[in-house]
């Protein structure tokens, strides 16, 4: 089976080039469903938050899409009926950075002169994250959510939701028609999302969802409808506790199938492992990529002062397009801020988008009035769509909780089970950073050598390979490791910490503003039903 795709991150730059070259789309990453009519978009990967306080869940979900505006729809099963809101890109990019996998091989002891995977070791970085039975029908709610049209649904026959999305251009094919029936039969309402009139994809930003629920879910039944073959499912917990999946095994990685040699290749590697692993113990699982606290992690992301001294620094320049140039020298996401400076200071066609750090350019293109005007309201742009929301999401990080990040991989046939979770005390935490050592010595003029891993990978000390003369660091593993299993252990862990208990901390998440209760108790649904989804641009004014 093929490996899952890696997921994107936005890159921080400071030049030119790399400004213009974050123009493309992102790859798609989202949770929910994507009914997108006539458009053949397939659903390849998902992010998802979940927060847990007490009886109380909150889903932040990556929502990304590529493709006509018009098409957009996204449908998602949920308890009750949630408060929606929006949340930041920024918080996904740098969580998903800090948290992910990686790989490092350290070198110890003398080899010999023959040796070249000293040599080899720096050579790379490591990596671093009318309708017939509509009346049947109940609009609950509708009201507009940043650059989305919100309407939250409820029916007691799936007929009449599933003709109801049809009518309301959500392209909704038979086999969607029968995954709507379990959530319906569970008596789940359903959040239906399309974009604003006056908005287009690159306004696209993750959701919140915030409802009433024992425990975190995710509905991936109804994926499967239009779902890539091995997509991957990110799914990262805030909890009292390590998180664990309760209805799938928790899978165990077998480390000596790495090629430690090519640690720079390690995390997509470790994605086709996974994969490998899964298929092996049946389909359903999840390995635990990370698991710590959660204020180490939010320790490690960008400072929310050093952003503001970033934007008063662009406030306090003596020029006008200085301070305009100076907003995109800062460390936030570049693509966000086009999307900002476009909509405020939109340049003439044919004008490239790297003129905005370009200072004597813009007062050429611009009178000192337009310009003035721009970078007040860039300012107050970005310290309301992009700042904002951030801190908003690191509070729901923070509060002395625990994160966990889980992943695995799923083909459409194998989405039969919808995940759940919960937490438990007793397991040890696991690092982002796995580590092996190559341990040399040179005896006689020849190179002995061996492979042991390290931290990170819970098998300090074990020694998974060992040979004489100079390994080639790009040969296939040898027989004797690429025979092994994929999967080390697979085994059900059950919860011994109570899901209802609150994490400590001075601001309970159920008492946090509107903008950080984003999300849903459900976990968040990846209701994908006809042709799915993906991802453009990240968040722009709303």
Not at 130 to 153: C, H, M, S, W
Not at 283 to 288: E, I, N, R, V
Not at 342 to 370: C, I, K, M, N
Request: glycine share 8%; charged share 15%; hydrophobic share 40%.
């Amino acid at each position: 089976m093929s490996p899952s795709r890696p997921i994107c991150c936005i890159a921080f730059t400071l030049t030119t080039l790399l400004i213009a070259s974050m123009l493309t789309p992102a790859t798609s990453h989202a949770c929910g469903g994507f009914f997108c009519g006539g458009v053949p978009i397939v659903q390849n990967a998902e992010q998802i938050i979940f927060r847990q306080d007490g009886n109380q869940v909150a889903a932040i979900v990556r929502i990304q899409y590529s493709g006509p505006a018009e098409d957009f729809s996204w449908v998602v099963p949920v308890p009750g009926i949630p408060d929606v809101d929006t949340s930041s890109e920024m918080l996904f990019t740098n969580l998903e950075r800090i948290t992910r996998p990686s790989f490092r091989l350290e070198i110890e002891g003398d080899g010999c002169d023959s040796d070249i995977v000293n040599d080899l070791a720096g050579a790379f970085p490591a990596p671093q994250s009318g309708v017939p039975g509509q009346d049947a029908v109940t609009v609950l709610e509708e009201k507009p959510v940043g650059p989305f049209n919100v309407r939250i649904v409820a029916s007691d026959d799936p007929e009449a939701m599933a003709n109801w999305l049809i009518e309301n251009n959500y392209d909704l094919n038979d086999r969607g028609r029968e995954l709507l029936a379990p959530y319906i039969a569970a008596g789940m309402n359903f959040v239906a999302l399309r974009l604003q009139k006056d908005k287009d994809t690159g306004d696209l930003v993750p959701l919140r969802m915030v409802y009433n629920t024992s425990r975190p879910m995710v509905p991936i039944r109804l994926t499967a409808v239009a779902a890539d073959p091995d997509m991957g499912v990110l799914v990262y917990l805030v909890g009292p506790a390590q998180a664990i999946p309760t209805n799938y095994p928790a899978v165990e990685i077998n480390y000596a199938r790495l090629n430690w040699f090519q640690s720079f290749s390690g995390y997509q590697q470790y994605q086709t492992l996974v994969t490998a692993a899964m298929d092996e113990v049946g389909g359903l699982g999840f390995a635990t990529d990370f698991a710590g606290p959660a204020n180490d992690v939010v320790a490690s992301m960008p400072a929310v002062s050093v952003l503001e001294d970033a934007v008063n620094a662009a406030a306090a320049q003596l020029l006008p397009q200085q301070g305009i140039a100076e907003l995109f020298r800062t460390g936030l996401p570049q693509t966000d801020l086009l999307n900002i400076a476009t909509d405020l200071l939109p340049l003439p066609p044919d004008e490239p988008q790297s003129t905005y750090v370009d200072p004597l350019r813009l007062s050429f293109l611009f009178s000192g009035l337009q310009l003035a005007a721009a970078r007040s309201s860039m300012i107050n742009a970005v310290r309301a769509d992009i700042i904002m929301p951030y801190v908003e999401g690191l509070r729901a990080l923070g509060d002395n909780a625990y994160l966990t990040r889980l992943y695995t991989t799923l083909s459409p046939e194998e989405m039969t089970l919808d995940p759940t979770f919960g937490y438990k005390s007793d397991l040890p935490p696991q690092a982002a950073q796995r580590r092996a050592i190559y341990q040399r010595n040179c005896v006689l003029g020849e190179l002995q050598w061996q492979i042991v891993l390290g931290e990170g990978t819970g098998r300090d000390g074990e020694v998974i390979a060992s040979g004489f003369g100079r390994p080639d660091p790009f040969a296939p593993l040898p027989v004797a490791l690429s025979e092994q299993a994929a999967a080390r252990s697979s085994r059900m862990i059950t919860e011994n910490v109570d899901p209802m208990v609150v994490a400590t901390g001075d601001t309970p998440f159920a008492v946090i503003t509107p903008m950080e209760t984003l999300c849903g108790i459900l976990g968040f649904p990846m209701l994908l039903t006809g042709s799915l989804l993906v991802c453009g641009r990240s968040s722009r004014r709303r």
